[in-house]
């Protein structure tokens, strides 16, 4: 079984420009998350979906970053426009269930510089 | 609100010997889990072992073993018999069970391992 799979592994972008990271979770989860590790502090959520509907943003830090999940299968997420306070890991996870005892599933990550 | 401290940066073991990596934690749900993760050099983050705030004993996986103490608000994990491979960052990380399903993280400890 396929884990959780992201693109691009490393992204470069300057100031001002927008960048899109993609996320594919394991086939049949519904539940998929956003976190993203910022200068080497602890990771912190972004938002959940379920399917294909936003169960909790709370954690989005601006409107300059837009999450979708077309379909319910994999899920964008672009940064427009990207300032430097941007860079960072951003991880994305997937579960099947969201109640519980149960892990979220982790993808490798895309690191994110902005210059 | 759910907070995840990880006192130690860095820490050093001697392969062979046992180590710990300290956890406490804060929360004001009921019913909580609580996890540890290991990110290695290639970044992925692994799921190592799990601790439900009502188990009544402590988890262990193979050489991974959870020591919960409830009312100190400890969750450290305990590694035996290291190995090389074990030279990572790990993450303790929280999720109340009654209050959604996003994980609040700490912020790592980089363990490293030596011949």
């Known amino acids: 079984e396929a884990g959780v799979t992201q693109f691009p592994s490393h992204s470069v972008i300057e100031k001002g420009q927008t960048v899109t990271l993609r996320c594919d979770p394991i086939s049949g989860h519904d539940n998929l998350y956003w976190y993203r590790r910022v200068m080497g502090k602890e990771i912190k959520f972004l938002l959940h979906f379920v399917k294909e509907s936003k169960q909790d943003e709370s954690g989005m830090p601006n409107n300059r970053f837009l999450a979708e999940r077309t379909g319910g299968t994999y899920s964008t997420l672009k940064v427009q426009p990207a300032e430097l306070e941007d860079s960072g890991v951003y991880f994305c996870?997937?579960?099947?269930?969201?109640?519980?005892?149960?892990?979220?599933?982790f993808g490798p990550g895309t690191r994110l510089t902005v210059t | 609100a759910q907070k995840i401290t990880q006192t130690q940066p860095g820490m050093f073991v001697q392969e062979k010997e046992a180590v710990t990596l300290d956890c406490t934690y804060d929360?004001?749900?009921?019913?909580?889990?609580l996890f540890w993760y290991k990110q290695p050099s290639s970044g992925e983050m692994i799921f190592l072992i799990y601790q439900g705030s009502y188990d009544q004993q402590n988890a262990t996986e193979g050489r991974y073993s959870l020591n919960f103490q409830k009312a100190r608000k400890s969750a450290n994990l305990v590694i035996s018999a290291s190995q090389l491979g074990d030279s990572a960052m790990y993450f303790c990380?929280?999720?109340?069970?009654?209050?959604?399903?996003?994980?609040?993280f700490g912020e790592g400890t980089q363990l490293t391992v030596n011949p």
């Open positions: 929360t004001s749900d009921p019913s909580y889990g």
């Open positions: 996870a997937s579960s099947q269930i969201q109640t519980g005892a149960y892990e979220q599933y």
């Open positions: 990380a929280m999720r109340g069970l009654t209050s959604g399903s996003r994980l609040t």
